[in-house]
């Protein structure tokens, strides 16, 4: 029997690419019977009721896992299917991944994601600190996207170069799949992350406790908008605090630390160097900026 599934959309912002999102799976071929449940997470936009979809309202905004664990309370399928609410999916997706996924069940799932015309690096190595080292350094951010800078940043080369089926680490959760049942034993997505590094959080507490491995489906994918719920001035500063905020979870913040401070005198030579040769850059005030970036995440990592 084909396991049952649900479908949670986080929602926070402008309703249309929600609503765009809902007519989408509304219109899926061959996709087999599944719910769609859209967790409100205290938008300054409020969702509408409408047809097709079951709508949970929170009454305050607690970021993404937040969101998810609301929506995931009320599911009933034996698997959760988290979709970012700026997603276009083609109307045989649900079909498709179903499909791809079931060899795979009970497991994580991720398909590909294309973005600003790319295939994101979806599936990833379980993070260090020095991945996140290597994006802090300005020098090195024009080789993003190449090869040996992904493998330095914690992209699964191997899993991304794939065109079939593969097992990795966790997958980016901009569109994920979760088996039900293990979800709720461990406690679903950790809500002390407001957003980022929650997805991989509970990824690795699946495969710790239960023994749920993920898997990188390439032949199924969609497109991302990217950033269409949040202010782009404050993702940095949610990044950095949430990679400390993990990194502290699992006991490597200190290194985490380290690191990115070394990374900061560094880039601050860089800049230096780029305005020694005319270019419009303020070293001081990016190492200023980029220092008080580092002391509100270490301060807070404890959550």
Known sequence: M????????????????????????????????FEIVIADDCSPYPLPEGDGYRL????????????????????????????????????????????????????????????????VPVARRWPRAQHHVIEWLMPLARFHGRSSYERLAGTDLGAWRSRHAVVTDWVVGVAHLVPSDQFRAVGGFDEGFFMNCEEVDLHRRLYMECGVRAVYLPKVCASHAGGGSS?????????????????????????????????????????????L?????????????????????WMGRKR
């Open 231 to 275: 202010d782009p001035a404050k993702r940095v500063g949610w990044v950095t605090d949430s990679r400390f905020a993990y990194a502290h979870k699992w006991r490597w913040d200190i290194r985490l630390g380290l690191g990115m401070m070394a990374a900061t005198g560094i880039n601050l030579v860089w800049n230096a160097a780029r305005r």
């Open 56 to 119: 949970v309202r929170r009454a305050t905004n607690g970021g993404y896992g937040s969101a998810c664990n609301a929506g995931a309370a009320i599911v009933t399928g034996d698997d959760i299917l988290f979709l970012n609410s700026d997603l276009s999916i083609a109307d045989d997706f649900i079909a498709g991944l179903r499909a791809a996924a079931e060899p795979w069940l009970p497991a994580v799932v991720g398909p590909r994601i294309i973005q600003d015309g790319r295939t």
């Open 277 to 297: 040769r005319g270019g419009e850059v303020e070293p001081l005030a990016e190492v200023r900026r980029q220092v008080a970036i580092l002391r509100h995440a």
């Open 2 to 33: 084909m396991r049952t599934l649900s479908v949670v959309i986080p929602h926070y912002g402008d309703p249309e690419p929600t609503l765009a999102l809902v007519e989408s799976l509304r219109r899926q071929r061959g996709a087999g019977d």
